[in-house]
């Protein structure tokens, strides 16, 4: 082994020994009042789930336990530079989430140093970056920032650090707390996507209908994330035993109310107008694949399209100019049953006319070429499930004529 790679290797084994270190530190640490619930590691510390070990709570109550993110970092020296996800701080509505903290160790044997920083410290200390590799958003800072001075040290004892935290956890709002912890990976059960015979590849005047659907379950996300806001203060004002409390209560109410004035989601999550559009796209392509099948050309039909979508990918990497005009297909195929019987495309130099795509004069039933402009082609899908341009255009053309009626919206 040569000799760099061995300074390699030892600095490694350095690493992972510093951090089983500062894990451990921070794990005892956090016994004192925490359970910690769960434990993640990466290559930038380890992260604690936390809840108040307390048996006066459960997670059926009207006031659940909440719960805390702790990442762990362990710094040899002032000169680490210490970097958290950006995500941790705050919540989608740009508020502190308090509930997170981060604790730095150092030191060796009667020399060890713990400082404990909550999200504000960091908000207003830490520097902003983008990481080269991934583009994601950190917080950064040298660890001489903190190590130089008493300020957050935890002290002996630990008693005040650990109010910090558990007032801080006491106060949090349950639903905030839920949607901030799904946000950065703890409990994200992603919600079920439209089905698949929704992405089939045929036009539908409605557009993008998983898109649609997407937007409109994360406006739902959002109302229940307030409306969960509400009920934790109303049950807040069940409980309250003195004017103050109850003053509290009123108060949050009343930003509540604003909010709800004010908020373009809150309670507007029924049947906008673009849901019409989604419902009725749904339905005319739901009457579509019905027609297909019963025509027996269903199969004719996904085998012609799915061709299209290789076509277009493979015309997409063709290292030809890319400074032509833009692509033509021309596909060849039985009029009555679809079965495909060519199906090619050629780079074009001069577009036929000024339109994003163009349906060529000498087409016929069981013959079809189109034109689309380089822009539009080269932003088709690849993959050949999806509804693409070009499948868009052919389903127009051919359908019609195959399933007996004027255009596609008679069905």
């Not at 909550?118 to 958003?137: A, E, M």
């Amino acid at each position: 082994m040569s000799t760099n790679d061995r300074e390699l290797a030892a600095g490694s084994l350095a690493r992972m020994q510093n951090g089983t270190l500062g894990e451990a530190r921070v794990r005892a640490f956090l016994a004192n009042r925490f359970w910690v619930l769960e434990r993640s590691i990466d290559v930038q510390g380890a992260d604690f789930l936390i809840q108040i070990n307390s048996l006066a709570n459960s997670v059926l109550d009207n006031a659940p336990p909440r719960f805390g993110v702790v990442q762990a970092k362990f710094v040899q020296s002032g000169s680490t530079t210490i970097r958290i996800p950006a995500s941790y701080l705050k919540r989608d509505d740009g508020t502190l989430s308090k509930e997170f903290f981060l604790i730095v160790c150092t030191g060796y044997d009667d020399d060890d140093r713990m400082y404990l920083l909550d999200t504000k410290t960091i908000d207003d200390s830490f520097d902003t970056r983008v990481t080269k590799k991934r583009k994601k958003i950190v917080r950064t800072l040298r660890a001489s920032e903190i190590l130089n001075s008493t300020n957050h040290e935890i002290t002996t004892t630990r008693r005040h650090a650990l109010r910090k935290m558990q007032s801080a956890l006491m106060r949090a709002n349950y639903q905030s707390n839920k949607s901030w912890l799904h946000s950065i990976g703890y409990g994200q059960q992603p919600t079920p996507t439209l089905d698949h015979r929704y992405e089939y590849p045929v036009t539908n005047w409605a557009g993008n209908l998983p898109g649609m659907l997407s937007g409109w379950k994360k406006r739902a996300e959002n109302a229940l994330v307030e409306l969960g806001d509400v009920a934790s203060s109303l049950h807040a004002g069940l409980n309250a035993s003195t004017p103050d409390e109850l003053r509290a209560v009123l108060d949050d109410l009343d930003d509540f109310t604003e909010k709800i004035n004010s908020s373009e989601h809150f309670f507007r999550i029924r049947a906008p107008s673009d849901m019409e559009d989604f419902f009725g796209g749904s339905d005319q392509l739901d009457r579509l694949i019905a027609a297909l099948e019963s025509t027996g050309i269903e199969g004719s039909w996904l085998a012609l399209a799915e061709r299209g979508q290789s076509l277009t990918a493979m015309a997409l990497a063709d290292p030809i100019d890319r400074r032509k005009a833009g692509l033509s297909f021309t596909v060849d195929y039985d009029p009555k049953t679809l079965a495909l019987q060519s199906f090619h495309y050629q780079h074009e130099t001069v577009a036929p006319s000024g339109d994003w795509y163009h349906v060529y004069p000498q087409n016929s039933p069981g013959h079809v070429r189109v034109f689309i402009d380089a822009e539009n082609a080269y932003r088709t899908p690849q993959r050949p499930t999806y509804l693409s341009v070009l499948t868009f255009i052919l389903g127009r053309e051919i359908l019609p004529d195959v399933l007996k009626v004027t255009e596609l919206n008679d069905i």
